[in-house]
C-alpha cells in the first residue's frame, strides 16, 4: 500500500510559479513510478508529468511541457511538481499519483486526495 499527501496548491497571478509537493508513504514507494495529474471543473483528468522510480526518466505533456518540472527526493519519499509560466487553463485539482509502469497512466493506482490550484488572469 501507498498513501500519498499533496501540498502546496494556491491562487497565483498568471505567471506566477507554483511548487506542488506529494509525501508518500509504504514500504516500496521508492520502487514506484510518480505522476502528477490534473482534472479542471467538467473536464476529464489528465496527465501532467511523471518520472521513473529512479527518477532516471521523466516526461510530461506537451501543454505544460517546458514549463513545469517533475521531480523526486527518495531519500525523502516525496515528489515534486515546479510549475512556472502560470496560465489560467492550469487551473485545476493537481493529483499524485504512483504506479508500476511509466508510460501507461492506466497504471497508476495509488492516488492523493488532490491539491487546487487557481490562476488569475
Not at 25 to 33: A, D, E, K, Q
Not at 46 to 51: D, G, L, P, S
Request: proline letters at 2%.
Amino acid at each position: 500500500q501507498v498513501q500519498l499527501v499533496e501540498f502546496g496548491g494556491g491562487l497565483v497571478q498568471a505567471g506566477g510559479s507554483l511548487r506542488l509537493s506529494c509525501a508518500a508513504s509504504g514500504s516500496t514507494v521508492s520502487s514506484y513510478n510518480m505522476g502528477w495529474f490534473r482534472q479542471a471543473p467538467g473536464k476529464e483528468r489528465e496527465f501532467v508529468a511523471a518520472i521513473s522510480w529512479s527518477g532516471a526518466s521523466a516526461y510530461s505533456a506537451d501543454s505544460v511541457k517546458g514549463r513545469f518540472t517533475i521531480s523526486r527526493d527518495n531519500a525523502k519519499n516525496t515528489v515534486f511538481l515546479q510549475m512556472n509560466s502560470l496560465k489560467p487553463e492550469d487551473t485545476a485539482v493537481y493529483y499524485c499519483a504512483a504506479g508500476r509502469v511509466l508510460r501507461i497512466t492506466t497504471s497508476y493506482n495509488y492516488w492523493g486526495q488532490g491539491t487546487q490550484v487557481t490562476v488569475a488572469s
